[in-house]
Each structure stands twice: as C-alpha cells, then as structure tokens.
C-alpha cells in the first residue's frame, strides 16, 4: 500500500530504496521467524490500528458534544440576560 503524499515529497530513487529495503527485510523476517510469526505480527498490528481508530472515534464523538453543549451555553447565555448587570449602570 503506498501513500500519494509519501511520493509527491519523496524523490523516486528514495522511494525505490525504501520499498526494496521493506521486501528484502519482510523476506528476512519470513525466512528467520516463518510465515506464522510474520502473520501474527501483522494481525497484532491491525488489532493496534483498530484500537487506535476506535480511540479517535470516541475522542471526536467527546469533542462534538462538547462543542454543542458549549454553543447551546453561549446561545442561551445571550438570549437570557444574566442577574449581574445592574440597570441603568
């Protein structure tokens, strides 16, 4: 899986580099550890990732009620004139 922004910033021969440096070390891995720990570690990873997304979801899910409690506060706050103001001052 590559990232457009990944190429756009990154020169062609580096980019080239970095994919051959990821298969020859992805070979070493399944040739040292085998198919299994290979698999497993990248099931860890998306379950990693999963959380991660998960954790954003309800952090953004927090910051929007947050937000409109926040609005409902101010539009009320200027509908309703609070009792501090004293008239004529």
């Not at 891995?29 to 290979?38: K, L, P, S, T």
């Not at 979801?57 to 609005?71: D, K, P, V």
């Not at 009320?76 to 004139?81: E, F, S, T």
Request: glycine share 4%; with cysteine.
């Amino acid at each position: 899986m590559t990232h457009n922004a990944f190429e756009v910033v990154t020169p062609p021969h580096l980019h080239d580099l970095a994919k051959a440096e990821a298969e020859r070390l992805r070979h070493q891995a399944m040739r040292d550890f085998g198919h299994d720990a290979v698999d497993d570690f990248w099931r860890g990873a998306d379950a990693v990732y999963q959380r991660c997304l998960e954790a954003s979801h309800t952090l953004a899910e927090r910051s929007a009620t947050r937000l409109q409690s926040r609005l409902a506060r101010r539009t009320r706050d200027r509908l309703i004139p609070t009792s501090t103001m004293t008239p004529g001052a």
